[in-house]
């Protein structure tokens, strides 16, 4: 590959890629100790760690929307299966018992009881 590496258009890429995305917390990663003989070593470690810690950044976004996510979806099933209590609304039961089995069979675990804060 003779084509040389544009390190300033990738890194302006990712800082609007990290932009975009919501902000979540990530542990700062310490520099890889690689060697860097020249100036065009330091470019591609530096796109590399750019790319790395982006990844993390979106990785740590996923998961906070997936904890978010899950705590609505796990309200929902609160308040159906407190409603499903109520005789008038025993219509909730077969939907309360296949959202349980769903969180089961995706967890592995049974729901955890609602919190009272």
């Not at 902000?23 to 520099?31: D, M």
């Not at 330091?42 to 796109?47: G, K, N, S």
């Not at 998961?63 to 609160?78: F, N």
């Amino acid at each position: 590959m003779n084509e040389e590496l544009q390190a300033e258009p990738i890194l302006s890429t990712m800082a609007r890629l990290r932009a975009s995305m919501p902000r979540a917390e990530v542990a700062p990663q310490p520099p890889t100790p690689d060697a860097i003989t020249s100036v065009e070593d330091f470019e591609v470690q530096t796109v590399l760690e750019a790319i790395e810690s982006v990844a993390a950044e979106l990785g740590a976004a996923l998961a906070a929307a997936h904890a978010k996510a899950t705590a609505g979806a796990l309200e929902i099933y609160y308040a159906a299966e407190e409603l499903a209590r109520d005789p008038a609304h025993a219509d909730l039961i077969p939907q309360v018992a296949a959202m349980r089995q769903a969180y089961e069979r995706d967890y592995g675990r049974p729901i955890p009881p609602r919190r009272r804060d």
